[in-house]
């Protein structure tokens, strides 16, 4: 199992030009998170899906907007990337269980926005 | 004031030394987080609380619900230990709310 993975692990985009972060997993769960970790400051929720079909809003969603496709997938866009979008971003899933909402995260995006 | 402070914010120890990090919270919770970030940016679960005690190998966390208050220990810490450890509480559904992690460096 690769568990959570994301794509592309380094980006660098101009002010202005928009792209898609892209997360998977496979452990059938159904919740998935995207984070932003920036100097200083906790990991922020930018935007969560509590199960497929279902998107919600979190800490810091300004400027981005998200895609569950279906239960594997859940997308990060910035439609038009600013400076202050520079940061790591952190897909991650959780499922209740016996771990309950343990939360598995994917090696990150380092986002440069120049 | 986030609702998560972790102290101290970096913490350089020599090998071998028994280590403490604290985490505080300011809101009810119905448990509590804590993750470990290697030098290489990965991000793994190392124990969840709701009470009590958790040990696995040489890390034993702790939490006090009414004082809200947790500590991770490391015991006979060892350079492999240096990574920032991150302090995390789940108030409801499964969202969590992280603290900004402490800075933990062993020197051999």
């Known amino acids: 199992n690769a568990g959570v993975t994301q794509t592309p692990k380094f980006q660098v985009l101009k002010t202005g030009q928009s792209m898609t972060l892209q997360c998977a997993q496979d452990?059938?769960?159904?919740?998935m998170y995207w984070y932003r970790q920036d100097p200083g400051m906790g990991l922020r929720l930018i935007y969560y899906?509590?199960?497929?079909?279902?998107?919600d809003k979190g800490e810091v969603p300004n400027g981005y907007n998200v895609s569950r496709l279906n239960k594997r997938e859940f997308s990060l866009r910035l439609e038009s990337a600013a400076p202050s979008q520079t940061s790591v971003y952190f897909c991650?899933?959780?499922?209740?269980?016996?771990?309950?909402?343990?939360?598995?995260f994917g090696p990150g995006t380092r986002l440069t926005v120049t | 004031k986030n609702e998560v402070e972790q102290s101290p914010q970096n913490l350089t120890a020599q090998e071998g030394e028994f280590i403490t990090i604290n985490c505080s919270y300011s809101?009810?919770?119905?448990?509590l987080h804590w993750l470990q970030q290697h030098p290489g940016g990965g991000i793994v679960s190392l124990f969840m609380l709701s009470s009590g005690k958790k040990k696995h190998g040489r890390l034993i966390a702790t939490i006090n619900i009414q004082e809200k208050h947790s500590s991770l220990h490391i015991t006979a810490s060892h350079p492999r230990d240096s990574a920032v450890y991150i302090c995390?509480?789940?108030?409801?559904?499964?969202?969590?709310?992280f603290g900004e992690g402490t800075q933990l460096t062993v020197n051999p």
């Open positions: 991650a899933s959780s499922e209740r269980g016996s771990n309950s909402y343990e939360q598995y």
């Open positions: 452990m059938n769960h159904n919740s």
């Open positions: 899906s509590a199960s497929e079909g279902t998107t």
């Open positions: 995390a509480v789940r108030t409801s559904g499964s969202r969590l709310t």
């Open positions: 809101v009810g919770i119905s448990a």
